[in-house]
T-cell receptor
Framework: KAGVTQTPRYLIKTRGQQVTLSCSPI?????VSWYQQTPGQGLQFLFE???????NKGNFPGRFSGRQFSNSRSEMNVSTLELGDSALYLC???????????????FGPGTRLTVL | QKEVEQNSGPLSVPEGAIASLNCTYS??????FFWYRQYSGKSPELIMS????GDKEDGRFTAQLNKASQYVSLLIRDSQPSDSATYLC???????????FGDGTTLTVKP
């Protein structure tokens, strides 16, 4: 069974630009969660999607948004990039909603975003 | 104060020793507790989950939970160099829709 895949793996953008990251969950998994990982703030929850609906959202500004498609694939978008948005963005999928709490959450390899 | 706090580390132990990793949390509504291992440059992988007070053993790993003290720990017996990684404590309050990770403790096992 293929794992969680994320594209692209690496991305370099400049301040003010926007970026879209993609995540394909494990086959049969309908919940997708997004996390941001930085050396200073650690791993922080961004949002969770299930059945094309956002279930939960972390404490991030409105520049961070996401969506989920009918095939469970998810995208997250960051508009008006800031230097502080440089991070590893991790996507995780699980069979049922509840993300971490389901005990079936598996992480993808991440997208390393660098903002110059 | 952070919602999930871990030993600041880094933690270094000799091969074959017991490594002890500690985590405290502030949200009393938390129901699920996890330990993830993250190798440098890789994504986190789940190694233990625990939901009720007491100990849970899986091979060389033992997770301990004390909800009254809001404390969860991970013991790694017979530590191996391949255990060298950052260990993340994670806490979930499903009712509140909240998942929180600690900053991680970096463990080095020296041959």
């Amino acid at each position: 069974k293929a794992g969680v895949t994320q594209t692209p793996r690496y991305l370099i953008k400049t301040r003010g630009q926007q970026v879209t990251l993609s995540c394909s969950p494990i086959s049969g998994h309908r919940s997708v969660s997004w996390y941001q990982q930085t050396p200073g703030q650690g791993l922080q929850f961004l949002f969770e999607y299930f059945s094309e609906t956002q279930r939960n959202k972390g404490n991030f500004p409105g520049r961070f948004s996401g969506r989920q498609f009918s095939n469970s694939r998810s995208e997250m978008n960051v508009s008006t990039l800031e230097l502080g948005d440089s991070a590893l963005y991790l996507c995780a999928s699980s069979q049922v909603p509840g993300g971490l709490g389901t005990d079936t959450q598996y992480f993808g390899p991440g997208t390393r975003l660098t903002v110059l | 104060q952070k919602e999930v706090e871990q030993n600041s580390g880094p933690l270094s132990v000799p091969e074959g020793a017991i490594a002890s990793l500690n985590c405290t949390y502030s949200d009393r509504g938390s129901q699920s507790f996890f330990w993830y291992r993250q190798y440098s440059g890789k994504s986190p992988e789940l190694i233990m989950s625990i939901y009720s007070n007491g100990d849970k053993e899986d091979g060389r790993f033992t997770a301990q939970l004390n909800k009254a003290s809001q404390y969860v720990s991970l013991l790694i017996r017979d530590s191996q160099p391949s255990d060298s990684a950052t260990y993340l404590c994670a806490v979930d309050n499903t009712n509140a829709g909240k998942s929180t990770f600690g900053d991680g403790t970096t463990l080095t096992v020296k041959p």
